[in-house]
């Protein structure tokens, strides 16, 4: 048996409100690319589903930038560390590394020649760096400037210029090379978030919290004008030109994007993305014909400049951790630690969010009924969303909070906390109170077996259902507490997972233990399991970020898919069919896999 990547649906940028993100564009105006939890994302421009992910670094990145030739990009993180590593090749070889900041790097800028970067952000002595690209070698001071640093640019043209924006509310001007400091500007009277020189590098553009946009002329620093007055009701968080210079984007806290020409200062077209704080703007990006436009939410809005009513495109999906995945078909349905569940097109890669008011908080797990995608949540409901409109129905509130749900026709059961739910046709039919705390549940192909696993003591409890009434009938015993447990759909084994890197398999009739298949390949907790529709295969996916697939015929691993999530830990795994896996991790990714038996 062997296995292959077969789609990779990428994470949404990384977002947070009041803070702005940056997006790098190709200079040949093919990808985009952004940066979410230890990974960097590109991903074409036409074709979004077509994705690749950079997870070479070892600290949470913060931002990423193409090189003018193409050949390289410099990705940073929180700690200060930037890495420049190739494009060229699929390896992504690293070309250097560098600690130009002893804080958080927020953006960084390359030289028209691509050899040297300017780096700013978090720092004890500095703010910020410019170095060659090559060596490291200092190309003069970043300074002048008393709080951290939010932007950089790096003037395209010469004469040579580097412009920053600052937490003291300025903007200062470099002269170089070697860069040395020449003046400051205090037209802003709040938090400067975003500076970009315009591609000739005749002017630049600051855009600041105050809700400000400000011209300055390239060479020489001094102000040159301003957009509106002010330009938007709220702060402005970041500003892209087009490719000719001739007009500009700037997009703000007021939910709103504008697009400005350049020459008369005057608004073109404006945007407004929505009414709700997830609607809040707080990155962009002008890509040959394209304007991307990124909200808190962290969807990424392809605005529509013949029809400026509402964006033309819409890329959806997640930008926390994912918790919870199921499916239905060829849609996929996943859950994040946000509350939030998108349903994902196997087919195409396309992905929408859930209709209407959904959960609070994390999603804990999800199953599929007849009609219905049953979802809980930490913030203590079950929902039955229906299969056929992806509308959320009203929340029902459960006794404590659930840990995980299972379906079989119109019998669902919730493990929650202090209790077991049994639940008929979308309402509450039952509740066994229980001494211990269930973590998950599964019913059998009958719709008379019940086990629940145990989050505090390291055993199964083994349920008979009579109509509504649950009865005890035994205990499983394991060598860690259950993770998961999942029934053969042929009805013949039941699959365990535990906290001790064991996959154990009981056989019917009686639950015998199979000593076995009793599977320890992983290095790490186990956290999920899925049996393939013919029986004939069990996934794991592990912390160790490593998929296992086992035979129950040959007892034994058959292939093993390790960095499955590079840097991540699996969180679930579910067959989209027989020879299809889907997997899902905290890097807010979806990946499927084809199984070739």
């Known amino acids: 048996m062997s296995y292959s990547l077969k789609s990779l649906y990428a994470s949404l940028p990384k977002t947070e409100r009041g803070k702005p993100i940056v997006i790098g564009g190709d200079p040949k105006g093919k990808n985009f690319l952004y940066v979410n939890g230890s990974s960097v994302i590109i991903r074409n421009i036409e074709n979004p589903a077509v994705a690749e992910i950079y997870t070479e670094h070892a600290n949470p990145t913060t931002v990423a930038k193409y090189s003018p030739s193409g050949f390289y990009i410099a990705s940073a993180d929180n700690v200060g560390r930037l890495r420049i590593w190739d494009t060229t090749q699929k390896e992504h070889i690293l070309k250097s590394e560098f600690t130009p900041l002893s804080g958080a790097i927020r953006d960084l800028a390359w030289s028209a020649d691509s050899q040297k970067i300017v780096a700013v952000g978090e720092g004890r002595e500095k703010f910020g760096h410019v170095f060659s690209f090559d060596s490291g070698n200092s190309v003069g001071e970043i300074m002048g400037q008393s709080k951290a640093l939010n932007s950089v640019d790096y003037r395209p043209t010469r004469p040579f210029r580097i412009a920053t924006a600052s937490e003291d509310n300025t903007v200062a001007f470099f002269a170089g090379p070697p860069f040395k400091f020449q003046s400051t500007s205090n037209e802003h009277s709040r938090f400067v978030n975003a500076i970009r020189y315009a591609p000739d590098g005749s002017i630049f553009v600051s855009g ?93 809005s392809y605005l529509d400049r013949q029809h400026p009513g509402k964006p033309w495109k819409v890329l959806k999906g997640h930008n926390k951790p994912i918790t919870a995945l199921a499916v239905n078909g060829h849609t996929i349905f996943t859950g994040s630690s946000d509350g939030v569940i998108c349903h994902w097109d196997s087919n195409n890669g396309s992905c929408d969010t859930l209709a209407g008011k959904g959960h609070s908080n994390q999603v804990q797990e999800l199953a599929v009924s007849d009609s219905a995608l049953i979802s809980v949540a930490m913030d203590d409901t079950i929902i039955f969303t229906p299969l056929a409109s992806k509308q959320y129905s009203n929340s029902i509130k459960l006794p404590s909070q659930p840990r995980g749900v299972a379906a079989s026709g119109n019998l669902v059961i919730a493990a929650c906390m202090n209790e077991v739910v049994v639940m008929r046709d979308g309402r509450i039919a039952a509740s066994l109170k229980v001494g211990y705390e269930p973590q998950c549940v599964a019913i059998g192909t009958s719709g008379h077996d019940v086990v629940v696993g145990s989050s505090k003591e390291n055993t199964v409890h083994v349920y008979r259902l009579d109509v509504n009434n649950l009865t005890e009938t035994s205990t499983l015993s394991l060598s860690g507490t259950a993770t998961d447990v999942k029934y053969s759909p042929d009805g013949r084994y039941l699959a365990v997972a535990d906290t001790n890197r064991k996959v154990s398999l009981y056989a019917f009739p009686g639950y015998q233990p199979l000593i076995t298949m009793e599977w320890s390949n992983h290095t790490a907790r186990v956290s999920s399991l899925s049996w393939s529709q013919n029986s004939r295969f069990l996934a794991s996916g592990s912390l160790d970020t490593n998929v296992i697939i086992w035979s129950p015929e040959t007892k034994a691993k058959i292939v093993e898919i390790k960095g499955a999530h590079p840097m991540s830990p699996v969180t679930r795994v579910q067959w989209l069919d027989n020879n299809t896996l889907v997997t899902v991790a905290r890097d807010c990714c979806v990946r499927t896999f084809a199984i070739n038996a």
């Open 208 to 300: 600041g919290a105050d809700g400000r946009a400000v011209i300055f002329n390239g060479e020489n620093g001094e102000k040159a004008g301003e957009f509106g007055n002010p330009a938007h009701k709220g702060g402005i968080y970041a500003v892209a030109f087009s490719n000719n210079g001739q007009h500009i984007v700037t997009v703000s806290g007021d939910k709103t994007a504008k697009i400005w020409e350049v020459a008369t200062k005057q608004l073109l077209h404006e945007y407004v993305m929505g009414t709700a704080v997830e609607d809040m703007l707080v990155g962009c990006l002008w890509q040959g014909e394209n304007v991307l436009v990124v909200s808190v939410s962290g969807h990424i």
